[in-house]
């Protein structure tokens, strides 16, 4: 038999009842304040994972061992309200069959509905910007109101990578959230910070979302609203590989497919590795 191409995710060969891991896209950019497109990032990322083996050398996995399912991506409403309720309807069927969803966005605002249906103990998420505007151009479900939605849910929030923000909102960061600004993570190191991070965590579950552009738009610059002096990629590698274990739910949000390659291709790693730290931490 031949074997064919498909525009799925790179090894996501399970079929969705075998499967541990559901992946799906959310091709959403409706409130996208800068610039627009990452509505075509579900694709861009699953076609860059067919660039990389299916064996993790790191974590000695054979990808598909994990049992991986793709279920293509959601069929978007134009209102942020009602793609947030479409992704809250699929995430909760994936909670209540016991898998892990893994979630391509779109915009940030894709986190929304997911959290909102994972209840998790804390909230993780890599990103340079605080997006804890209540409203935003008139929406409280803008791209830059993801925390503070979020925080309406979750008491505890970790931000890692932030450097953009209004004074506002930094001073409210800095009050109710455990803040690691991307200045705290070069001087300090993302291992002391991780370590200082999963201390709080413990045990305890939590949802990792990472927006792309928390690592620095010169070493990926398909970003909607990209910002300098950031995390290297591989401290985001890092970061995910270290909190995955406690994970239910990840994403990877505003990837801007309009460079060479290089945000997509990272976005496929860490996806990567997202699952191969969660899978193999269970065995
Ligand atoms: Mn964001
Ligand atoms: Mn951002």
């Not at 541990?20 to 990032?41: E, H, L, N, Q």
């Not at 505890?156 to 200045?183: M, P, Q, W």
């Not at 991780?194 to 990926?220: K, N, P, R, W």
């Not at 274990?245 to 460079?259: M, Q, T």
Request: hydrophobic content about 35%; aromatic content about 8%; some cysteine.
């Amino acid at each position: 038999m031949q074997s064919f191409s498909t525009t799925l995710f790179a090894d996501a060969d399970s079929e969705y009842f075998a499967s541990k891991y559901v992946i799906f896209g959310v091709p959403f950019d409706g409130t996208t304040s800068f610039k627009a497109g990452c509505r075509d990032a579900p694709c861009a990322i699953r076609q860059a994972s067919y660039n990389l083996e299916t064996y993790i050398p790191r974590y000695d996995l054979e990808l598909g061992e994990a049992e991986l399912h793709d279920m293509g991506d959601v069929y978007v409403e134009c209102l942020p309200d009602m793609m947030t309720e479409q992704v809250s309807d699929i995430i909760a069927d994936i909670k209540k069959d016991g898998k892990i969803p893994i979630m391509l966005g779109g915009e940030h605002s894709v986190t929304i509905g997911a959290v909102k249906v994972l209840k998790p103990k804390w909230y993780v998420v890599c990103d340079a910007h605080l997006d804890s505007q209540d409203e935003y151009r008139g929406t409280r479900y803008n791209h830059d109101c993801v925390t503070a939605r979020v925080s309406e849910d979750v008491k505890n929030i970790v931000i890692i990578g932030a450097r953009s923000g209004c004074k506002e909102e930094f001073e409210n960061a800095r009050k109710n959230y455990h803040l690691y600004t991307a200045d705290d993570v070069r001087e300090r190191g993302m291992k002391a910070i991780l370590d200082e991070v999963a201390g709080l965590i413990g045990s305890d579950d939590l949802y990792l979302s990472i927006d792309a552009d928390g690592i620095d738009c010169c070493c990926t610059p398909g970003l909607g609203t990209p910002e300098p002096f950031g995390l290297m990629p591989i401290d985001v590698r890092d970061m995910i590989g270290r909190l995955a274990p406690n994970a239910i739910g990840f994403d990877y949000v505003e990837v801007l497919p309009n460079d060479n390659g290089q945000t997509a291709m990272v976005a496929a790693h860490m996806i990567r590795e997202f699952i191969a730290s969660n899978f193999t931490s269970r065995q």
